[in-house]
């Protein structure tokens, strides 16, 4: 799934430590870069779906790499397929209004955080993270995780297949920040008043092809399935405006250089 805002991730750069002589060691970054369009949920609640135009990236330079769904990562340490280090991403918020107006707004926030990977070859990967977001409002905020694995396959013709499945855990002050309703909120929205939990938050299955165009372009195209669990579930924000089961569509167009 392709989510990153360039600006924000760029900023992670400048911030990790030892950036500049792993750059300057390395002749620049490879990898593919383009512009992409999503048809996805709103907000995490899946109160209604959005068209939204996104970048596509998919970068490594030396030791760090950029991509939609890992962020900005340092490889700090490399052995035998491991590679542990920090990353930075982005968390989109949301604007309440439409269905969900009378409910607080959530600002776009960073993710800082530590991540390990197990890739001992190119198709296939096992990989963990955890982080806190940064930049919300009062109360808003709190841990993230990611557990999942990615399968990669030739399918002819020189077309690509992954297969992606990732589990996302979050604390409680997560988990309020986008299922929550308070009091105030209640009153004003006229959804039932909620305090979800911590734990795991949801499953997303991401099925992606890339298909050679011409030359080094390439279409690059993903379809998601994602799955509300536990207390976001069970939210009634979810129950009275969304949808514990969510789908999501992408296409880019991307240049290999």
Same mark, same amino acid.
């Given at each position: 799934?392709?989510?990153?805002?360039?600006?924000?991730?760029?900023?992670?750069?400048?911030?990790?430590?030892?950036?500049?002589?792993?750059?300057?060691?390395?002749?620049?970054?490879?990898?593919?870069?383009?512009?992409?369009? #999503?048809?996805?949920?709103?907000?995490?609640?899946?109160?209604?779906?959005?068209?939204?135009?996104?970048?596509?990236?998919?970068?490594?330079?030396?030791?760090?790499?950029?991509?939609?769904? $890992?962020?900005?990562?340092?490889?700090?340490?490399?052995?035998?397929?491991?590679?542990?280090?920090?990353?930075?991403?982005?968390?989109?918020?949301?604007?309440?209004?439409?269905?969900?107006?009378?409910?607080? $707004?959530?600002?776009?926030?960073?993710?800082?955080? #530590?991540?390990?990977?197990?890739?001992?070859?190119?198709?296939?990967?096992?990989?963990?993270?955890?982080?806190?977001?940064?930049?919300?409002? $009062?109360?808003?905020?709190?841990?993230?995780?990611?557990?999942?694995?990615?399968?990669?396959?030739?399918?002819?013709?020189?077309?690509?297949?992954?297969?992606?499945?990732?589990?996302?855990?979050?604390?409680?002050?997560?988990?309020?920040?986008?299922?929550?309703?308070?009091?105030?909120?209640?009153?004003?929205?006229?959804?039932?008043?909620?305090?979800?939990?911590?734990?795991?938050?949801?499953?997303?299955?991401?099925?992606?092809?890339?298909?050679?165009?011409?030359?080094?372009?390439?279409?690059?195209?993903?379809?998601?399935?994602?799955?509300?669990?536990?207390?976001?579930? $069970?939210?009634?924000?979810?129950?009275?405006?969304?949808?514990?089961?969510?789908?999501?569509?992408?296409?880019?167009?991307?240049?290999?250089?």
């Amino acid at each position: 799934m392709i989510r990153l805002t360039s600006s924000l991730l760029l900023a992670g750069l400048l911030s990790l430590g030892g950036w500049s002589h792993a750059v300057l060691a390395d002749e620049g970054p490879t990898g593919q870069a383009g512009v992409a369009l #999503g048809y996805q949920p709103y907000d995490p609640s899946g109160s209604r779906y959005a068209v939204v135009p996104l970048p596509y990236l998919d970068l490594d330079w030396g030791d760090f790499s950029l991509n939609g769904d $890992d962020g900005l990562t340092w490889s700090a340490f490399k052995s035998n397929g491991f590679s542990v280090g920090p990353f930075v991403n982005y968390l989109p918020g949301r604007v309440s209004n439409g269905s969900l107006r009378g409910l607080r $707004d959530v600002p776009d926030m960073g993710v800082v955080g #530590g991540y390990v990977e197990y890739a001992p070859a190119d198709f296939w990967r096992l990989f963990a993270s955890l982080g806190n977001a940064v930049g919300g409002g $009062d109360g808003q905020g709190g841990a993230v995780g990611r557990l999942g694995g990615e399968l990669g396959y030739p399918l002819g013709m020189g077309i690509i297949g992954r297969s992606n499945f990732t589990a996302h855990f979050v604390d409680e002050r997560q988990a309020k920040t986008f299922f929550g309703v308070g009091g105030r909120e209640s009153r004003a929205s006229g959804i039932s008043r909620y305090r979800p939990s911590g734990g795991l938050q949801n499953l997303a299955l991401t099925q992606s092809f890339a298909i050679p165009l011409s030359g080094n372009w390439s279409l690059m195209t993903s379809a998601s399935w994602i799955r509300l669990t536990g207390s976001a579930a $069970d939210s009634s924000l979810v129950k009275q405006r969304g949808n514990a089961n969510q789908g999501e569509v992408q296409a880019a167009i991307s240049y290999k250089f």
